[in-house]
């Protein structure tokens, strides 16, 4: 077993555009009807498996800080972020400087769930490939939260401009492995009105 351990890194910087309103706000049933905001789901679907939370922030910030309640995490401002890879370079900085030996779990804060046996795959195959970031793929699309360990960190912290993650892989496959997992999750995110009622009528049925 490895001695990493794992930090999560949860980007929450978007302004939901398609969305129409600030997304990380929006509040989703739970399995037992209780509410909470999409951002407070997103968190709680890694944290148990992580030593450390960093929270990646712009629109709305003190708002999503509220909405997170009681939870401990560190808070990274990026403010005026065009692209996700400029919320993913600054959460990892932050990671990787505090922890520099540790893992990242990379969630997007728009991805409410992701099972518990599916962090404990991505774990395994981490241990099996050290050096190497796992992503999970479900029926051939890759998703997230993906695991990424302290030598490819420092490599996406070395890009001068780093466009796109999906980019970086294909320019690197030999950094990262696609590990396919029994779990529609990893590729389920909420991005417009229309992903929204369908996740709204999936939790009230389940």
């Given amino acids: 077993m490895s001695a990493r351990r794992l930090v999560g890194v949860l980007l929450a910087a978007g302004k939901g555009t398609r969305m129409g309103r600030t997304k990380q706000l929006i509040e989703l049933p739970g399995e037992k009807g209780q509410p909470q905001p999409l951002v407070a789901w997103a968190f709680d ?3 148990a498996a992580c ?13 999503v800080i509220e909405s997170l309640g009681q939870r401990s995490f560190s808070v990274v401002a990026a ?23 540790d893992s990242v779990l990379l969630q997007l804060g728009d991805h409410p769930d992701v099972r518990a046996e599916t962090l404990t795959r991505l774990w395994d195959e981490s241990t099996r490939q050290p050096t190497r970031t ?20 420092q490599g996406l912290l070395g890009e001068s401009s780093l466009e796109a993650l999906n980019a970086f892989w294909r320019r ?34 389940s």
């Fill in 134 to 153: 796992i992503i999970p793929t479900y029926r051939g699309k890759g998703g997230h939260p993906i695991l990424i360990p302290p030598e490819v960190i």
């Fill in 172 to 205: 690197h496959p030999e950094l990262c492995i696609r590990c396919d997992v029994d779990d529609a999750a990893v590729i389920r995110d909420l991005d417009d009105p229309v992903q929204l009622a369908a996740e709204v009528k999936r939790r009230s049925n």
């Fill in 45 to 47: 679907s890694i944290a």
């Fill in 79 to 101: 403010p005026g972020t065009r692209q996700m890879s400029e919320s993913v370079l600054a959460g990892l900085q932050v990671a990787h400087a505090n922890w520099p030996g």
């Fill in 51 to 63: 030593h450390a939370m960093v929270v990646v922030l712009d629109a709305d910030q003190d708002r």
